[in-house]
């Protein structure tokens, strides 16, 4: 009885022998491949002669000849030109006649069209000979679709001890991509295949080509999971390349994408085949839409790296096509891109899908646009958050009996409040009335318009979901007593970052430590607010111009050292600069700028900021600092000798630079900022293996702890309870700041129209209210819980399956009295205390480069907090002197005996013994700088010795303390050697 075959032609025949029996593909052979044409004869002919033997007759191709080789070579040269994805859906115009080559998907009910699709041949070769010259060349498998190729397969076998790895290096070292099978367009895609995973490629280039992840993904990570049933990669061959599953593929995702460069000149076309989540997610999406009709809600959690651009494109032009109940279940697609970047590349993407063009608007020119486009029947029509509010105000009664599916890109909190309420307005079914609306009407009107509407369903895809986005868009799960929500559909952070598609930021990540020291600078001893000094004190020390110049001196030698020197990304890696704000921003640029040229470095900065900045008694923008309009950065930064991006508040969130390597931060970072902003490095490129932190603010378990929310899926641990309402208007009320009659008053005139001078009275009577009854703990606490309340009404108004008449009144009213409250008289008790001190030193020392794991779980996340209010902290006063012993014991280091005694020896003393030192000075004159460092060195270290007795204090610090150490050595080092180069030119110009 014969054992089972374990060996990779097992796997073959086992492959084979599925598609056959389950796919009913028919088996194809070696011999009836034409290696001139990279057809398979045979197949292709059964094709023609049985679905088109009129143009077979008339073309006169049916027998060989001169007339079917002239066939061939327009074939081939169609395939040539526009790649078989595209041959197969259009066919091909030949003489006076056209050739279909595919017949697609049927619509439901068309006899006819669903013979023809049968008619189609799958069939699959074994042991494929496709090289003219190394004839003994073979494929393990390739797949075709009436004689034309779409697939190959190389297999291997763990149980052989060999891996899907060996099978991407076959392709890369022994399939010439010069073979015409191996061509561009020629073929859809290339598999290498084991018993565990699955790895693709859409275009062979030899050594240069990248194989992605072909994966279902495990555990939320990469590979494969245990299947019961078979092999774990048998998906592919049973699910993915049936018969109708591939021929969605190639109507609805793979298609050659032909993109420009910012100068407008033509790149070099790619391929693109979807990736296994990318298919997973928009099926399930269609899937449910089709079967649930408009209406629902769904949270896509997708991390970066995810290929978002294309799932939204393939998925906003096949929610045109689906029908439910006989009808489009969505009359229009709207795409909303908060990012502008992704506004021209999704809109770009859903064109090159689209099978007519004219289906697409974008809104690129404001509310008109928009109205005309809804008027015309655009089916996909795309625009940025920052012009959708229009729709409000242009889109007529007559759109809002149809229905809408509306997929928003990166979608935060921004979705929740008013601009998705006037979105839900300008949609929302049934909007005209023709009576007279009561004031009640107007009020039940506008809490029906923030619901989400029953004639719109919404896609949301983020990487990174805040408790609002889960609770409006995620999937409510029962459980334990509490509703949780989770996403419809995840693909983590971790796996993205096993399977190489973005790099994991985290693995290089530097703390830098800031010593410094402080004195006073006044006789007294005044006191201040010691919470907010240390707060006042740590901003100080960080944005003086001796710290900026420390730190960017750090930067740019890193940045060299490190970075250049170790050839990152093939010597083009980029690095940013994340500051604290405008102003620290323009001095980094200036420090770079400066030290950069004293370094003689190649490398320049540029600086990026919103508006205009007053600087040094002048006003500067980015522009004029940089020399070059704002909207040329992103494409600036590409070219030499621009290397830094130095940062304030720009570029931190959906900007993608494959060539950022280094990030230096300099700004206090947590939970979504901290993963956004670190994130901006981990774009994959074919030369980038690693990243690097240098990270001056924050510590690595505020990092961590940022970085766990979102490393697996995030889900909402239970729903915001909407009796935290009734409880935060019981309280406003109770502060009897307003009547219930002036909130009606208010409501009614404003709804009905009222001018300006109607509402101010009674306002200003509340706010004197406010002002004369409130104390300052009051007044805190009622503006604090006035603010929740209108913040949380916003967003559970669009959740909640009741309306409160009341809520909706209050939070009109709210919302006008807030702005005019005055904030709290509040004494600041920490003012002055910049003035009464100096910074007496500084250094930074960076600590050990670590790997921060991340926890390997889901995370959960709390419901929107609804608090609110509060009381004014007590200030914690302290005299000045014990306020900056405790800023310098945080920051100082080191507690001497004798400061003032070791002060005047490092100042003084030593420079002068090592200055002094024979061999250093030699060295100096006569040597290079790196050469007289280590004479300088060991002229230090003989200096300090000869102080022991003196100051066994220093010798110790100097023995026992590494970064005291280096410190010393560079401080010293920075006086001699520079007085001795300013001698040395000195004496030069006087001879």
Not at 223 to 251: A, M
Request: hydrophobic content about 40%.
């Amino acid at each position: 009885m014969p054992t089972t075959d374990t060996s990779e032609k097992g796997l073959e025949a086992l492959i084979v022998r599925s598609l056959i029996d389950e796919a009913v593909y028919v088996a194809g052979d070696s011999k009836d491949f034409d290696r001139d044409h990279a057809v398979d004869l045979a197949k292709l002919f059964d094709f023609l002669n049985a679905t088109q033997p009129e143009a077979v007759e008339a073309l006169g191709i049916g027998v060989d000849g001169p007339k079917r080789l002239q066939f061939l070579h327009r074939l081939q040269g169609e395939i040539a030109k526009r790649g078989v994805i595209d041959v197969l859906r259009g066919g091909v115009k030949h003489g006076p006649g056209s050739v279909e080559l595919f017949f697609g998907t049927p619509t439901p009910g068309n006899v006819k069209a669903e013979e023809l699709f049968a008619a189609n041949v799958f069939s699959v070769t074994r042991q494929l000979h496709y090289s003219k010259d190394a004839t003994k060349l073979s494929l393990d498998v390739a797949l075709f679709i009436n004689g034309l190729p779409v697939a190959t397969f190389e297999l291997k076998n763990s149980l052989t001890k060999q891996t899907v790895e060996d099978a991407i290096e076959q392709y890369k070292r022994d399939r010439d991509p010069k073979e015409l099978l191996f061509q561009f367009g020629r073929c859809v895609v290339h598999f290498a295949v084991d018993d565990h995973e699955v790895r693709m490629c859409a275009h062979l280039k030899g050594k240069a080509s990248w194989f992605l992840p072909f994966n279902k993904g495990w555990n939320d990570g990469a590979g494969n999971p245990p299947n019961p049933h078979g092999l774990k990669t048998d998906y592919l061959w049973k699910q993915v390349l049936t018969k109708r599953n591939l021929t969605d593929i190639l109507e609805n995702y793979a298609q050659v994408v032909e993109e420009t460069d910012e100068r407008g000149k033509k790149k070099p076309p790619k391929q693109v085949f979807p990736r296994f989540h990318q298919l997973d997610v928009v099926r399930k999406l269609l899937t449910d839409a089709e079967a649930s009709g408009a209406g629902r809600r769904y949270l896509i959690q997708h991390s970066a790296g995810s290929g978002k651009s294309n799932s939204i494109a393939w998925l906003g032009h096949q929610l045109i096509g689906l029908e439910t109940g006989g009808k489009p279940t969505f009359d229009t697609v709207i795409v909303v891109t908060d990012r502008r970047v992704l506004d021209k590349q999704i809109r770009d993407t859903i064109k090159q899908f689209a099978q007519v063009s004219s289906i697409v608007g974008a809104v690129t020119e404001g509310s008109q646009q928009l109205r005309t486009f809804l008027q015309q029947g655009k089916k996909i029509i795309i625009t940025t958050v920052q012009k959708f509010p229009f729709i409000l105000d242009e889109i007529g009664d007559g759109h809002r009996g149809r229905t809408f599916a509306i997929i928003i890109d990166e979608a935060h909190s921004s979705q929740g409040g008013r601009t998705s309420a006037k979105m839900n307005i300008a949609l929302a079914a049934n909007g005209a009335e023709e009576e007279e609306e009561t004031v009640e009407d107007t009020i039940n009107r506008l809490m029906e318009a923030r619901k989400v509407l029953p004639n719109a369903s919404y896609f949301a895809f983020t990487a990174t979901p805040k408790n609002k986005t889960l609770e409006i868009f995620g999937t409510a799960v029962p459980e334990g007593g509490k509703v949780r929500h989770v996403p419809f559909h995840n693909y983590s952070m971790k796996q993205a970052i096993e399977e190489g598609f973005i790099l994991d930021v985290l693995k290089h990540y530097t703390p830098v430590e800031s010593y410094y020291r402080l004195m006073k600078t006044v006789e007294d001893d005044p006191q201040f607010d010691a919470k907010r000094a240390q707060k006042k004190l740590r901003r100080y020390v960080e944005s003086h111009d001796h710290a900026i110049r420390k730190k960017a001196e750090i930067m740019v030698d890193h940045f060299h050292d490190q970075v250049m020197a170790h050839r990152k990304i093939g010597r083009a890696a980029r690095a940013m600069v994340v500051t604290s704000g405008i102003h620290r921003a323009i001095q980094y640029f200036h420090a770079f700028g400066e030290y950069l040229k004293e370094r003689k470095s190649p490398y320049q900065a540029i600086v990026a900021f919103s508006g205009e900045h007053e600087y040094g008694d002048q006003k500067v923008t980015e522009a004029s600092l940089n020399g070059f309009p704002s909207n040329k950065i992103e494409e600036t930064i590409q070219k030499d000798p621009y290397r830094f991006l130095i940062v304030a508040d720009k570029f931190q969130t959906g900007y993608d630079e494959p060539l950022l390597h280094t990030m230096y931060v300099d700004k206090t970072l947590s939970g979504i900022k901290a993963v956004q902003t670190l994130s901006r490095l981990n774009r994959a490129h074919p030369q980038k293996h690693d990243t690097f932190v240098l990270d001056f603010m924050n510590d690595v378990d505020g990092i961590k702890a940022s970085f766990e929310d979102y490393y697996r899926t995030t889900i909402l641990s239970e729903e915001t309870d909407p009796n935290k309402l009734h409880d935060l208007k019981a309280r406003l009320d109770g502060y009897q700041a307003y009547s219930w009659e002036q909130v009606e008053d208010l409501v009614a005139l404003y709804l009905g129209g009222a001018d300006r001078d109607k509402l101010d009275p009674i306002l200003d009577a509340c706010v004197a209210v406010y002002k004369a009854d409130l104390d300052e703990d009051g007044q805190v606490d009622f503006k604090g819980k006035a603010k929740a309340f209108t913040r949380t009404y916003g967003f559970l108004a669009a959740i909640l399956p009741y309306t409160n008449a009341e809520w909706e009144k209050l939070s009109i009213f709210l919302n006008f009295l807030t702005p005019k409250l005055p904030a709290p008289e509040e004494q600041d008790l920490s003012k002055g205390i910049l003035e009464a001190i100096d910074m007496d030193s500084y250094r930074v020392e960076a600590q050990a480069t670590m790997a921060i794991a991340l926890p390997d779980a889901d995370a959960e996340i709390g419901p929107v907090p609804l608090g609110g209010g509060g009381r004014k902290p007590e200030p914690e006063l302290d005299l000045l002197s014990n306020i900056l012993k405790t800023f310098n014991e945080m920051f100082g280091n080191i507690d001497w005996k004798d400061a003032d005694k070791i002060g005047k020896v490092i100042a003084e003393e030593l420079p002068t013994k090592v200055a002094a030192d024979k061999a250093y000075q030699n060295a100096m004159q006569n040597s290079d700088k790196q050469n007289a460092r280590i004479e300088h060195d060991k002229a230090l270290e003989r200096a300090v010795i000869e102080l022991l007795t003196d100051h066994t204090e220093l010798f110790k610090q100097f023995s026992d303390n590494p970064s005291f150490k280096k410190w010393l050595s560079e401080t010293i080092f920075a006086a001699t050697y520079a007085d001795k180069a300013a001698q040395t030119g000195s004496a030069a110009t006087r001879s």
